[in-house]
């Protein structure tokens, strides 16, 4: 099925291990999006790439870095991880960046780090 | 402050009953979208309203956002135990740039039977 797909689907970490988040979408969108969500806040932005070839930090970037491999693929990282990064990651996509073009949600990346 | 706050954090409501969960933000809402999540799971997309005055509607939940658009509400109708998870609303662009969804807080709704 046609969407945005995320490994893996959990995850759990020993404090300063690393990983990498994977999320590729096949829509042909232009805009990708990493977001995490934790109980009580909502979604928070992390990182978002506007279009192939541009990363930029959201509201939460500390202790993160991403990568747009090519226009499908958009990875995030985790150096040290810490037990404040236990979370439950999503990545999304979008058509363009701009308002009305909606968004596709993966299914999520449920991370535990001790 | 909150960018966009969203109300009640949570409401328990009596199966059958009519409930009407809010999202507000100090500033033009140009895309607001609502989302649904079960416990544990993904975001299921409810709906998505641009234009002042706009109301949408899907099976027993109903979307409206004011004229002003500053405001939007979500209203459920005859509550069933389906209705049960988060409900986020979120906003395109609120901070001006191409950073995506902006998203309030959450509701946390519980039908009891």
């Known amino acids: 099925n046609a969407g945005v797909t995320q490994t893996p689907k959990f995850q759990v970490l020993k404090t300063g291990q690393s990983m990498t988040l994977q999320c590729a979408q096949d829509?042909?969108?232009?805009?990708m999006y990493w977001y995490r969500q934790d109980p009580g806040m909502g979604l928070r932005l992390i990182y978002y790439s506007a279009s192939e070839g541009t990363t930029d930090k959201g509201e939460v970037p500390n202790g993160y870095n991403v990568s747009r491999l090519n226009k499908r693929e958009f990875s995030l990282r985790l150096e040290s991880a810490a037990p404040s990064q236990t979370s439950v990651y999503f990545c999304?996509?979008?058509?363009?960046w701009g308002a009305g073009y909606g968004y596709t949600f993966g299914s999520g990346t449920r991370l535990t780090v001790v | 402050s909150q960018e966009l706050e969203q109300s009640p954090q949570s409401l328990i409501v009596q199966e059958g009953k009519n409930l009407t969960i809010n999202c507000t933000s100090s500033?033009?809402?140009?895309?607001l979208y609502w989302y649904k999540q079960k416990y544990g799971e993904g975001l299921i997309f409810l709906m998505m309203?641009?234009?002042?005055?706009e109301e949408k509607s899907h099976e027993k939940i109903t979307a409206k956002l004011d004229e002003k658009k500053q405001q939007s509400s979500l209203h459920i109708t005859a509550s069933q135990p389906s209705h049960a998870g988060i409900y986020l609303c979120?906003?395109?662009?609120?901070?001006?740039?191409?950073?995506?969804?902006?998203f309030g807080k959450g509701t946390h709704l519980i039908i009891q039977p």
């Open positions: 829509m042909n969108h232009n805009s």
């Open positions: 309203l641009q234009k002042g005055g």
């Open positions: 979120g906003a395109d662009n609120l901070r001006g740039g191409a950073d995506g969804l902006t």
């Open positions: 999304a996509s979008s058509e363009n």
């Open positions: 500033k033009t809402l140009y895309g």
